[in-house]
């Protein structure tokens, strides 16, 4: 009989973290590039493009290895309601990792402005150029960014709670220490 592992994969644990880091600086570069409307502005979104584009990759790789590994269990004496809230707000982190980037992409797309990755590496259209499909999009885009960021602060101050205050190895289980 295989007991249920006490930690994540070692490749889970190095996504979540890159991802963890790269979403964060995602976040601060998309507020930057709004905020902003000097030349910082087209710097950022050059960094903004391809690390989005970089995220959906990544997340897609996240996903196979989620699927494919085990992972350790939530603890027996967790309420319902915090079990539930833990697997909604994991479905809800993966579709956002998912959607912003494609609609990042079919917003450029449907500006009319090529998805440039480098100077040299461009993507395929996602859409055709369509300026009202633009702002439905462009709007979508910010709107779920903010859901992105509520989200990731409900996840850290769940896992803070786990790790400082339950100190039940949920914590532990992503960082790989035995605490």
């Given at each position: 009989m295989n007991a249920q592992p006490r930690f994540f994969a070692?490749?889970?644990?190095?996504?979540?973290?890159?991802m963890a880091l790269m979403i964060?600086?995602?976040?601060f570069i998309g507020a930057g590039m709004v905020a902003s409307v000097s030349e910082r502005h087209e710097w950022l979104i050059h960094l903004h493009k391809p690390l989005g584009i970089a995220i959906l990759a990544l997340v897609?790789?996240?996903?196979?290895?989620?699927?494919?590994?085990?992972?350790?269990?939530?603890?027996a004496d967790l309420p319902l309601w915090q079990v539930l809230a833990a697997r909604a707000s994991h479905v809800v982190l993966y579709a956002l990792m998912l959607v912003l980037p494609l609609l990042g992409w079919a917003m450029i797309s449907a500006a009319g402005d090529p998805v440039m990755l480098s100077s040299s590496v461009q993507l395929p259209a996602l859409v055709e150029a369509n300026a009202p499909l633009f702002a439905l999009l462009r709007k979508?885009?910010?709107?779920?960014?903010y859901l992105l960021f509520l989200t990731v602060l409900l996840h850290l101050a769940a896992a803070l709670f786990h790790g400082l205050i339950r100190r039940d190895g949920v914590l532990q289980s992503m960082t790989g220490t035995k605490g």
């Open positions: 070692l490749l889970a644990r190095l996504l979540h973290w890159l964060i600086a995602m976040l897609i790789v996240r996903l196979s290895v989620r699927f494919s590994t085990r992972q350790p269990p939530l603890p979508a885009h910010g709107y779920l960014a």
